[in-house]
C-alpha cells in the first residue's frame, strides 16, 4: 500500500509502507531505502 510520510517541516515521501512504530510514525521503503516519517492525513473532499 502506498503511503505519504513527512520528514521534517517541508519534505514529504512517497513508498510502500513496511510497518508501524509504537509511536504512531510510519516505515516506508522507496526502491531500497528505508524512511521514518509522520504520516500525512488523507485530503478530505470539499
Given amino acids: 500500500m ?3 510520510i ?3 517541516s517541508c519534505v514529504s515521501i512517497q513508498g510502500l509502507l513496511v510497518r508501524t512504530l ?3 510514525k510510519l516505515v516506508i521503503k522507496v526502491d531500497e531505502k528505508m ?3 509522520v504520516p500525512v492525513a ?3 473532499p470539499s
Fill in 2 to 4: 502506498l503511503r505519504t
Fill in 6 to 8: 513527512a520528514i521534517g
Fill in 22 to 24: 509504537s509511536d504512531g
Fill in 35 to 37: 524512511f521514518v516519517g
Fill in 42 to 44: 488523507a485530503a478530505r
